[in-house]
């Protein structure tokens, strides 16, 4: 059972195009976390988010928060093949007192030119 | 600046052989993960340490073997391969004092692709 549930699960779109990616639980946590994987390499951490509604802006990507610390989102402004990658959300669960991550399944996102 | 470096990269067993997947981090991390991940599965932990001598069941246990006798190392033991266990790993290293929430993530390494036929 995935406690983190991404949408969509892949993506594909133009250059110069926007788009979203949604990160989305029924369970309350303490922060959260984006990361970047791409083809055989391990998952790189973008950013971490703690406080609920909290917004954070990374050049052209944009991660939110969410008021109930229960969701989260990722926006990319005009994307770039270099934005090409699995986006995974990860997050720390309230009752977790070792801070282990929870892992959603991923987001694949292709950017063409 | 290393940080987490796995071995080997790459490794075909045969249905009930071993072998160790090495791990090991130079930030001086406290905390080290094993993960799994399967095709749109996302990662799950397999075994956790929050510091030499102190190891701890993930997720998905059954099969593997962890121990860490020293902060820098976390090898990853597998007995009795079995096709349900090909997959790619990642060990992973984190800190609970970096006061800078920007570094507050996971250092992973670049992954073992394992097959097991």
């Known amino acids: 059972t995935q406690l983190l549930k991404q949408s969509p699960q892949f993506l594909s779109i133009q250059e110069g195009e926007n788009l979203t990616v949604y990160c989305n639980s029924s369970s309350v946590f303490s922060s959260l976390q984006w990361y970047r994987q791409e083809p055989g390499e391990g998952p790189v951490l973008l950013v971490t988010v703690v406080t609920g509604g909290e917004v954070k802006k990374l050049k052209r990507l944009t991660f939110q928060f969410g008021d109930a610390r229960k969701d989260s989102s990722l926006h990319i402004t005009a994307a770039q093949p270099g934005d090409t990658g699995l986006y995974l959300c990860?997050?720390?669960?309230?009752?977790?007192?070792?801070?282990?991550?929870?892992f959603g399944a991923g987001t694949q996102v292709v950017v063409t030119p | 600046n290393a940080g987490v470096t796995q071995t080997p990269k790459f490794r075909i067993l045969k249905i009930g052989q071993s072998m160790t997947l090495q791990c090991t981090q130079d930030?001086?991390?406290?905390?080290m993960y094993w993960y799994r991940q399967d095709p749109g599965m996302g990662l799950k932990l397999i075994y956790y340490?929050?510091?030499?001598?102190?190891?701890d069941k993930g997720e998905v246990p059954n099969g593997y073997n962890v121990s860490r006798s020293t902060t820098e190392d976390f090898p990853l033991r597998l007995e009795l391969a079995a096709p349900s266990q090909t997959s790619v790993y990642f060990c992973?290293?984190?800190?609970?004092?970096?006061?800078?929430?920007?570094?507050?993530?996971?250092?992973f390494g670049s992954g073992t692709r394992l097959t097991v036929v």
């Open positions: 990860a997050g720390v669960m309230t009752t977790d007192s070792w801070g282990k991550l929870q």
């Open positions: 340490s929050v510091g030499a001598g102190i190891t």
């Open positions: 930030m001086n991390h406290n905390y």
């Open positions: 992973a290293s984190s800190s609970p004092f970096i006061e800078d929430r920007d570094r507050m993530g996971y250092t």
